[in-house]
């Protein structure tokens, strides 16, 4: 067990201003005299705009421009960095991409008046037949060549072994079987929204984003102007999953119009183009091949996957090589990636890209394999449990899951479960239990930290990462607090701003794992500065005290004769404050070891007998991820991405129409969210194991860890409920009757 007590639960410090209202998302800004903008998405699938007639629009209350590929903003470059969103900018030209391409603006002095004359303007298309079907596209599929910096088919093979068909020919048992699932879309309950304000030539930008660093750099490259003279600000952001990760076309649109206008301009999606202005999970169609010994362990595992990518760029799911690649001991693996490229708009990270999909599709065939076999699935897990990580031939720096397993199971009560199909009932439904592994890649990036003494006897946290509901508020606070000594209500974070000390902000699950040794760095240079002023300043009390004498202990500075407050100690200097940055990155051990979080989810579902409708009536999580910083909002990270797993398995999907390119479900009418009537009681564990070859705090991530595997753990268990296996998400109860 770990040799560390676990930190005491805190409720979040934004936690009254989100529930009273206070909390002021993108939408929420308000500036002097600001316009509306609404967005023209384009009708048909591929083609281009041969003409727009904007004359009725332009007379309309209260507008004051029409923005169109013939009247453009000016943009300067070839669209989102890191090619995690569309590759073209726009309005730079009148080619139409796919159906609800961003193709005009229209401002006005009110949202209503905006939306209305958008509804005026009148479009003539020279339109193509688009490429819109991932089925049809299979035959077309092509190599993208690397994968997560590694080729897109990869063998790791046992010497003497020619290939993974021949290591699949000599094992006693294989199973084989293909798993599928459509695109899908974030959905974060916050929509898109920018406000822009110019000021003497400086741009402030008020948007919902997961990195205001990166939306900073991409406003500044596509509008010509020196990156300094950018602020974005986004202090809360409503839910991000990866979504607001790219600069998506309304932020460079409203920032090039307010410019042009002179006055500030607000651009705020409505639900129905949050599902085309900005990006989604690809779909993916993956087969599975396990080969084992009769003993069950694995002799080969081969995984391949297609996944859908769009002609306009973005980055596609790539399920073997995040999930086969590393999970399970074997003593040959092959991997093979190939993208469908189609006339959609571009998909981009969502909560465990790659994970997700593929979890879905190895955790399904060791099921698969178990039940062949005859075996526990947790034993079959357990019999194929790697210590080092394939390939590379390092270990772990820090893994449990092997603890996972046996807490999760005797937690859940997974000795109760009936191996064979269709035992355990109760009135008109069949109820079944099933299980998955969950494991995500732990992140780590450079991160920086500034920590200021002020003289009101408070210290500030504040750093440029943001807040997607994670929970980083009550971290920088809690780590701030450990840091200096100081009762939580005396430290105050700051971050989701550029401006602040630089930071790339949270995704991939990396946010506290990097920002963390940062906070412990700037502390202790804030401590440094403070003491070096206690002992230099001819004003402090300390004055001339030796150095080596003087300490920091809990806000106080202790000499030989005398401890001061350091609010006492500003107060008599006559300063505001005292502050210093500090910083932290990863080290030579990211080529010594593997970094993952791991867990282990254990699901009870009930089907009814008659219709087939599926409920998820409880489950178990234990989670090994690190050191947990506060197990409050740790524990909602968990739940969180279980239900998203659970929205993967029963529900979600965006249906797009194969001849028109438009997607059929674009509304949360349509496209079925998981509700608190369909989530279960869940409960999560943590193991609490320090990781400190990762970093010095032992903290790893686990935001997207839940998401992985939970929605095998649902199937696994319905087909242990029914004895019916679906490999096509979403489980619906059509499939099951």
């Not at 009254?16 to 699938?45: F, I």
């Not at 939580?488 to 971050?495: A, G, W």
């Not at 004498?549 to 004769?561: F, I, Q, W």
């Amino acid at each position: 067990m770990p040799d560390t007590a676990p930190r005491t639960p805190v409720n979040r410090v934004d936690g009254r201003l989100k529930v009273t209202g206070g909390a002021r998302y993108a939408a929420d800004q308000l500036d002097d005299r600001p316009v509306h903008g609404y967005l023209l998405l384009s009708t048909v699938g591929r083609g281009s705009v041969r003409a727009m007639d904007v004359a009725a629009a332009e007379r309309s209350p209260g507008v004051l421009a029409v923005f169109t590929p013939a009247r453009p903003l000016r943009l300067l470059g070839r669209g989102n960095a890191f090619l995690i969103g569309h590759d073209w900018l726009p309005l730079q030209d009148a080619e139409v991409r796919y159906h609800g391409q961003v193709i005009g603006l229209v401002v006005a002095e009110t949202f209503e008046q905006a939306r209305d004359a958008a509804a005026l303007v009148g479009v003539e298309y020279a339109a193509r037949p688009p490429a819109a079907s991932f089925p049809d596209g299979i035959a077309r599929a092509t190599d993208p060549g690397r994968v997560n910096g590694e080729p897109s088919v990869l063998s790791l093979l046992a010497d003497g072994v020619g290939s993974i068909d021949e290591a699949l020919a000599t094992s006693a048992v294989t199973v084989s079987a293909t798993y599928t699932q459509p695109i899908k879309h974030h959905n974060a309950m916050e929509p898109h929204a920018t406000v822009a304000v110019w000021r003497d030539g400086d741009l402030t930008v008020y948007h919902g984003t997961q990195s205001a660093s990166l939306t900073a750099g991409a406003l500044a490259t596509a509008l010509g102007v020196e990156p300094a003279r950018v602020r974005v600000v986004s202090p809360h952001v409503g839910g991000g999953f990866g979504n607001k990760i790219p600069t998506w076309a309304h932020p460079l649109l409203a920032a090039a119009a307010a410019r042009e206008l002179g006055r500030p301009v607000k651009v705020v999606l409505t639900r129905e183009q949050t599902f085309t202005v900005t990006g989604h999970r690809s779909a993916v169609r993956q087969t599975v091949t396990l080969g084992a010994h009769r003993d069950g362990r694995l002799v080969a595992v081969r995984h391949e996957a297609y996944a859908s990518q769009s002609s306009s760029g973005g980055t596609f799911e790539a399920s073997p090589h995040t999930t086969s690649r590393y999970l399970y001991r074997s003593e040959n693996i092959h991997l093979s990636q190939r993208i469908v490229t189609l006339d959609v708009p571009p998909p981009t990270w969502m909560r465990a890209p790659g994970q997700e999909s593929g979890s879905f599709g190895l955790e399904t065939a060791l099921d698969e394999l178990a039940a062949e076999l005859g075996v526990d699935p947790v034993t079959l897990r357990m019999t194929n449990y790697a210590t080092v990580y394939a390939g590379r031939g390092v270990p772990w720096s820090s893994k449990h899951l092997d603890e996972c397993y046996r807490v999760g199971a005797r937690r859940f009560g997974w000795s109760r479960r009936e191996a064979a199909p269709r035992r355990v009932t109760d009135g008109e439904w069949l109820v079944g239990m099933g299980m998955a592994t969950a494991a995500y890649p732990a992140e780590r990036f450079a991160a920086s930290v500034r920590v200021r003494f002020a003289a009101d006897g408070r210290a500030t946290v504040s750093s440029a990462t943001a807040d997607l509901g994670t929970g980083m508020w009550t971290v920088l606070a809690v780590l701030g607090a450990e840091a200096l000594g100081l009762p939580l209500d005396r430290v105050r974070p700051e971050l989701g701003d550029s401006t602040l000390a630089p930071n790339i902000g949270a995704f991939g699950s990396g946010a506290t794992a990097s920002t963390g040794p940062a906070v412990t760095a700037a502390a202790e240079a804030a401590k440094a500065e403070l003491l070096r002023l206690a002992v230099t300043h001819e004003r402090s009390p300390l004055y001339g005290a030796d150095p080596a004498a003087v300490r920091y202990d809990g806000g106080r500075l202790v000499g030989p004769e005398r401890r001061i407050g350091f609010a006492e100690l500003l107060g008599a200097l006559g300063l505001a404050g005292v502050e210093a940055t500090g910083s932290a990155a990863p080290g030579p051990e990211a080529g010594r070891y593997a970094f993952t979080s791991f867990g282990a989810h254990f699901c009870e579902v009930r089907v009814n007998r008659f219709t087939g409708e599926p409920r998820v009536t409880r489950m178990t999580t234990v989670v090994d991820g690190g050191a947990i910083v506060n197990p409050k909002t740790a524990r909602g990270q968990i739940v969180g991405g279980v239900i998203f797993g659970l929205g993967q398995a029963l529900l979600e999907g965006s249906h797009v129409e194969p001849e028109t390119g438009r997607i059929a479900n674009a509304n949360l009418a349509d496209y079925l969210l998981p509700v608190n009537a369909d989530v279960p009681p869940v409960d999560v564990h943590f193991l609490d194991f320090p990781d400190t070859l990762f970093n010095p705090m032992g903290a790893r991530g686990i935001g997207e860890l839940g998401t992985v595997g939970a929605a095998a753990a649902i199937g696994n268990a319905i087909y242990n409920a029914t004895g019916r296996r679906v490999r096509d998400l979403p489980i619906t109860l059509d499939k099951l009757l």
